[in-house]
């Protein structure tokens, strides 16, 4: 087996590679795509064309569609915030996280694909689409949990910052592409053919299409990253005493002994898990704030995401930069006040579509930013060990859970809201208190 080289090119490339193919599930099936498809598929509309009911039915008990698909992401991350401490041990102890990798990966590409049977002439379309909407879901943040566990592994601590960056902005590219294709597909079926019986252009085929397209972009790339990244240090010695399912634990429990002495990681941890519970909501609220709020349409609706796009590949490379200038610690408290003005401004000022771009352009800059630097400096605070997986387990569970209160949270409010201005206001005390948080750690 091939020994990981910390800053080999090919390897790192490779492992950025993997940004390149999993970033299209973040950008279409959650940012984009699929919620203006969902939000489509489950409204009532008149004779007229004009929505009057957004109310769905979910196993007997109403709710309001948007606030269904928030319990419904929330759960997926559950689900995962509750299997990666356990994988990532069985993982590291077995010396095969990148089958884990390859396991998640293909789950979530064949989920997306099989999204293409998410129609409401189907009865039981809701139940479909929101299932596949969890597998997906599940299949994408599982890998990630093995992703991010080999950045300490492949690059040296001065360059983590870069690496992750990198990762972010190749993922900002290539899913860019994959989403003006899609978009082009959408907006304009009837250059490919694809027409109702009545003559009209099938939209709703086309962006059923997508789905497919975002599950063979996904595998597809990924097998590059597979091809060419180690399977990861030597496998642990078997305690004779226990099952792989034991050992897993009993790493875990190691590993949380560790991180209780370690001062800056359990001061960084909760600071990155209330802050995170605001960057996460943002990124998958978005396009329901800019449908429900403004009323803006579905070309204006990708628009804006691919805005925060290319504007977020910037960003992953400004706050790298300003980081190596002032430290983590620095840039983190700036990132985190400058979330808190984007809601506050979101709240009082967003009115129109323009407005929303510009907010939008705000976004892309500060979310890449905080996403690659929160991971690298992470990567940077985590002593040398062979349990780099179980490590980054509780990065991921502090991330997925971070999303499970802040979807739930949003969620509640919304539904108890006449208005989604209200949830968005309570975004803010989630990103002042993780700038607080951030006080009680050193400088990095």
Known sequence: MAEIVKGNKKIINAWVTYDLANSVYNLVITATIFPIYYMAQTVTKDDAGDITSNIV???????KNTTLYDFAIAFAFLVVAFLSPLLSGIADYGGNKKRFMQFFCYLGATACSLMYFFDKNNPYSL?????LAVLACIGYAG???FYNSYLPEIAPKEMQDKVSAKGFAMGYIGSSLLLIVNLIMVLHPEWFGWLKEDGTPDKGFATRISFILVGLWWFGFSQITFYHLPKAKSAKQKNSEGHYLTQGFRE???VWKELKHNRQLTCFLPAFFIYSMGVQTVMLVANHFGADEIKMESGQLITTILIIQFVAMAGSFLFSYISRKTG??????LA???WSAICLCTFLFVY???HFYIVAAFVGLVMGGIQALSRSTYSKMLPETDDNASYF???DVCEKLSIVFGMLTFGIINECSSTMRTPIFALVTFFVIGFLLLFRMKKI
């Open 57 to 63: 039915s979910f196993f007997g008990i109403e709710f």
């Open 127 to 131: 139940y479909v689409g929101l299932s």
């Open 143 to 145: 890998s990630l949990v």
């Open 252 to 254: 875990l429990k190691k």
């Open 328 to 333: 983590n610690l620095f840039t983190l408290k």
């Open 336 to 338: 985190t006040l400058l």
């Open 352 to 354: 129109t579509p323009v």
């Open 393 to 395: 387990s509780f990065y």
